[in-house]
């Protein structure tokens, strides 16, 4: 049945593999290192920004003010525990929802790819097993402004060259619900976005995209 789309953008992190936890340890690392206090109620506010603009957030609680420098130091520290965690990853990280879906969804000829924050972006998708999927990867490393910014968003749309409105997002992050409406998308939510009512739709599962779509 012919519907609104041709195009579908998967947020990564939270949506295609579940890195959240890996984020979380590393931000704890650094920030017991320095001695601030971080818990799973800060990092949850972080689902979908960039590492400075999370970072910023962190060291709301810090007490006093971190130059560039250091906070670029602090980023960079971060990132390497980080990677240390993402190492461990394989295809067996990728589960059968997200396998089939995709499968699913490209068997009926839409244009997939792949609007994330992350800077890690291709790095993770090599561990998954999904390196080449994609028709176009928009990453952190290509665009300036960090979700709820549609900036990444648009950037996917354009690399696959589908109109903004003919794309459908798939997203867990308030702040990337709010980026797709912002670059006038509809978005469909799962795990705390959904759970929150930030989408057009709101899924318990991706496989509820073969659904919509
Ligand atoms: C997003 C995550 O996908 O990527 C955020 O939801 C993270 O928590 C952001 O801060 C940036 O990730 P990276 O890999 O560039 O540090
Ligand atoms: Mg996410």
């Given amino acids: 049945m012919a519907n609104q789309w041709s195009a579908?953008?998967?947020?990564?992190?939270?949506?295609?593999?579940?890195?959240?936890?890996?984020?979380?340890?590393?931000?704890?690392?650094?920030?017991?290192e320095l001695g601030i206090p971080f818990d799973r109620a800060v990092n949850n506010r972080l689902r979908g920004l960039s590492r400075m603009d999370s970072l910023d957030i962190i060291l709301e609680q810090a007490g006093r003010a971190f130059t560039r420098d250091e906070k670029e130091a602090l980023a960079a520290r971060k990132n390497?525990?980080?990677?240390?965690?993402?190492?461990?990853?394989?295809?067996?990280?990728l589960s059968g929802d997200v396998r089939e879906?995709?499968?699913?969804?490209?068997?009926?000829?839409?244009?997939?790819?792949?609007?994330?924050?992350?800077?890690?972006?291709p790095f993770i998708l090599e561990r998954l097993g999904l390196g080449g999927f994609f028709d176009a990867v928009a990453d952190g490393n290509l665009v300036a402004r960090s979700k709820p910014d549609p900036e990444v968003f648009l950037k996917a749309a354009e690399l696959l060259g589908e109109q903004p409105e003919r794309s459908l997002l798939v997203e867990d992050a308030v702040?990337?619900?709010?980026?797709?409406?912002?670059?006038?998308?509809?978005v469909a939510c799962v795990g705390d976005a959904a759970a929150r009512e930030a989408g057009d739709y709101n899924m318990a599962s991706v496989r509820e995209l073969l659904e919509i779509l």
Wanted: hydrophobic share 40%; charged share 25%; proline share 1%.
């Fill in 101 to 121: 879906t995709l499968d699913a969804l490209r068997a009926r000829g839409y244009r997939l790819a792949v609007g994330s924050s992350s800077k890690n972006a």
């Fill in 175 to 186: 702040a990337g619900a709010e980026a797709a409406h912002r670059g006038g998308m509809r």
């Fill in 8 to 32: 579908v953008l998967f947020d990564l992190d939270g949506v295609l593999c579940f890195t959240d936890e890996y984020h979380y340890l590393a931000w704890k690392r650094v920030t017991d």
């Fill in 80 to 93: 390497d525990i980080y990677r240390g965690c993402l190492a461990a990853m394989s295809p067996a990280d």
